[in-house]
């Protein structure tokens, strides 16, 4: 598999990318993608954007849509890439165009032999070392992992240190082009790791991750933890990176370009937790990393609340560390000043000014929409729903990151007692939004909710502590939605430019 240039692979999500697309791949809209005047205006993508297009760069969208592959044309896969690289659009490669290279598989495991074993057994069952080659990383476990005579390379190390050092010493002795890091209990098939490893194909891609699902179990907080797994980033195809819909995916399982991974360094050994997301945003400054759910994987889920709690405490730990390499692409909420300004002023009793701040950023987004049918109501609706999505995001931060902040303030304001307290109650209840349940599943999402937020939080601020910096609490604040774009097609063999005019 030919591995890109530094030249080909994209700076960002906002640029050009030069690397042709696989011929006969398709472009599919993003779930939430919205059309307007005739495919003229579309609007969708993280961070919100609206592209404006002529009437020829529309009816060519429309075709792409309908199933037609995009051109060999530089400026049709200009905007292809576009599409895509905003998150307006899927790109599809066709079928059968991956290359069945040989596959790397590196296995960290830490006392789980039997996690490992179901693990070897579904992944060994239909596939030979020569499609697969298997190196299972012992990082220090008591007894010794034993893999009897399973055609597995194993590597032991004399100290823990981890799964990111243990992954780094696996990544040491993989000789393909192609590495995939699986986790001990994960189960994967050579199937599902190809359909991934397919993806690499496109020149701008360094590493894929299917949906992580959690495996069917009858306990009451395994059920929960099957619904609200960490490792499950739901069932919207993204890519990934701060501020898009999926900011990173866990190596509970990836497939990556070993290259790639290497020339960012790999796995920092100094990250107990967060490697795996640290590891992702290194590869997404220097190509393309895709969440890819149609593709699946199982993983057994937390059986006690004690475990789910100390899950959720690692992972919360972990952000302050990644604050210091990463900045606000950590931050617990991304939201514009207007729409924090809209969530003051409803929870401080303003309701009126709240929705004459509404209707006046409503407004002021009229001219970034034209041309488009019913332009105030768009605009209003738009605006609307940005300010409600922003609010649900700052109750979750407030449960998450900011609870000991609200029972400080509770504590010196004892006036403000009842307002926080509600602002509290909607933060853990807002996992209601989600969908219908039973009255019994609902009580529990929000119960053993409370243990989940709670604990996330609590490990936060361990982290916080620990690195003696509150970077990691900070929100971060964005311009909402991004100005409307004109994106050009230019003039082939005589047809018209796809730039509005």
């Known amino acids: 598999m030919t591995r ?6 994209t700076p960002g999500p906002d640029d050009p990318i030069s690397a042709p697309i696989p011929s006969g791949s398709t472009l599919e809209p993003a779930g939430d993608l919205r059309t307007r005047a005739g495919f003229r205006i579309l609007i969708g993508g993280s961070p919100l954007t609206i592209t ?5 760069g529309a009816d060519l969208v429309k075709r792409w849509f309908a199933g037609q592959p995009v051109g060999n044309g530089r400026a049709h896969q200009a905007l292809a890439r576009r599409l895509s690289g905003n998150g307006m659009a899927n790109l599809r490669l066709p079928t059968g165009s991956g290359r069945q290279t040989g596959l790397a598989v590196v296995i960290p495991v830490k006392d789980d032999p039997s996690g490992l074993a179901a693990t070897l057994d579904h992944l060994l069952a239909t596939t030979s070392t020569s499609e697969l080659a298997v190196i299972v990383v012992d990082d220090g476990s008591t007894p010794p992992i034993d893999i009897g005579d399973r055609p597995v390379r194993l590597l032991r190390r004399s100290r823990t240190g981890g799964p990111g050092p243990a992954r780094q010493t696996g990544l040491a002795e993989v000789d393909d082009p192609v590495v995939v890091f699986l986790d001990a209990g994960v189960i994967a098939g050579p199937a599902e790791l190809h359909r991934l490893a397919a ?20 306990h009451a907080v395994a059920r929960f933890d099957s619904r609200r797994s960490p490792l499950d980033l739901g069932p919207a195809d993204s890519l990934v990176g701060p501020g898009r819909p999926v900011p990173y995916v866990p190596t509970a399982c990836l497939v990556a370009s070993t290259d790639a991974v290497r020339s960012v360094g790999g796995f920092d050994p100094a990250l107990r937790y967060g490697e795996d997301v640290d590891l992702v945003w290194r590869l997404g400054r220097i190509g393309t990393v895709r969440y890819q759910p149609a593709v699946e994987v199982g993983h057994s889920p937390r059986a006690t609340l004690a475990a789910m709690a100390r899950q959720r405490i690692a992972y919360g730990s972990s952000a302050a560390p990644l604050a210091a390499r990463h900045g606000s692409a950590v931050a617990p909420v991304r939201i514009s000043p207007w729409s924090l300004l809209v969530f003051a002023l409803a929870v401080f009793g303003r309701p009126f000014l709240a929705v004459v701040t509404i209707i006046g950023t409503g407004l002021a987004l009229r001219p970034k929409i034209r041309p488009m049918p019913d332009l105030t109501v768009e605009a209003l609706s738009l605006t609307a729903r940005g300010h409600w999505y922003a609010g649900l995001s700052v109750l979750t931060a407030v449960v998450r990151a900011w609870a000991p902040f609200l029972a400080v303030v509770a504590l010196v304001l004892p006036s403000q007692r009842r307002r926080l ?27 053993m909710g409370v243990v989940d937020d709670l604990a996330y939080c609590g490990g936060l601020w361990l982290g916080a502590l620990r690195q003696r910096s509150l970077k990691a609490l900070a929100p971060a604040f964005t311009a909402w939605p991004k100005p409307a774009r004109s994106q050009p097609v ?5 047809q018209p430019d796809a730039t509005r005019r």
Request: proline fraction near 10%.
């Open 199 to 218: 993806l690499l194909d496109d020149r701008t891609m360094v590493a894929t991750a299917p949906r992580v699902r959690s495996m069917p179990t009858r």
């Open 52 to 56: 404006r297009l002529s009437p020829a």
């Open 421 to 447: 307290a509600t602002i509290a109650a909607a933060g853990f209840a807002r996992r209601l939004l989600d969908g219908p349940r039973s009255p019994e599943a609902a009580a529990v999402d929000v119960a």
């Open 490 to 494: 230019r003039a082939r063999n005589g």
């Open 4 to 9: 890109p240039e530094a030249s080909d692979l």
